[in-house]
């Protein structure tokens, strides 16, 4: 596609509930990222995919939270039994390899009541 | 562990004028990256402008500039010419290369500026 697509754009859920959010890069690009970013934060890295390494999971902030990338392009986010300090946007970017520019999504914004 | 500190969450400028936001970063690395990203309210990222730390020369793109100052580790966007366009969060960012062969990045990102531009 022309540019980094995610979906839902919106996602309201219950406590306790999981989510699935999915982000589908650039074609060819081979580095993958998640951020989340809450009301009046910055960006807080999640997790990193390049290539067929292994992912750079030093992000994920607790074992509720998991993403795995399918065939080098689809990502997951899953984040398992929601609570509300989870509400914020989660934002996937994709790059080249080589250029280090990074290419955002509109973002997920999730809503935990 | 890199930082990358923005002074000031808030700015406001008039239409016309030049505004400069601040960006400060704490790295032990020679080589890396700097970028200014800018989110509007409709929320995507954009690429403003970036530097490549081994270049002395000062990075621009039409109405945006960049000071950097590699000894001060300081990365300050100047915007010329504001337009209200350019209302938006604008995050500074430091990328440096890790892993076997520098295959891999890591990108760290400060807290962001709110930049309103004023009729």
């Known amino acids: 596609g022309a540019g980094v697509s995610q979906s839902p754009s919106n996602k309201v859920t219950e406590k306790g509930k999981d989510v699935e959010l999915r982000c589908d890069p650039i074609s060819g690009h081979t580095a993958l990222y998640w951020y989340r970013q809450s009301l009046g934060q910055g960006l807080e890295f999640l997790i990193y995919?390049?290539?067929?390494?292994?992912?750079?999971k030093s992000g994920l902030p607790s074992d509720r939270f998991s993403a795995e990338r399918t065939g080098g392009s689809v990502s997951t986010l899953t984040i398992q039994r929601t609570q509300q300090e989870d509400s914020a946007v989660y934002l996937c970017?994709?790059?080249?390899?080589?250029?280090?520019?990074?290419?955002f999504g509109e973002g997920s914004r999730l809503t935990v009541l | 562990a890199q930082t990358v500190t923005q002074s000031q969450p808030e700015m406001s400028v008039q239409e016309a004028e030049t505004v400069t936001l601040s960006c400060t970063y704490d790295?032990?690395?020679?080589?890396?990256?700097l970028f200014w990203y800018k989110q509007p309210p409709s929320r995507q990222m954009i690429l403003v402008i970036r530097?490549?730390?081994?270049?002395?020369q000062n990075a621009t793109e039409n109405r945006f500039s960049v000071n950097f100052q590699k000894a001060a580790k300081s990365f300050s966007l100047k915007i010329s010419d504001s337009q209200l366009g350019d209302t938006a969060m604008y995050f500074c960012a430091f990328m440096k290369r890790i892993g076997p062969g520098g295959s891999n990045y890591k990108l760290t990102f400060g807290k962001g500026t709110l930049l309103t531009v004023n009729p």
């Open positions: 970017a994709s790059s080249l390899h080589t250029s280090g520019e990074l290419f």
């Open positions: 530097q490549e730390a081994y270049k002395q």
């Open positions: 995919f390049q290539g067929n390494s292994a992912p750079d």
């Open positions: 790295t032990s690395e020679n080589n890396y990256y």
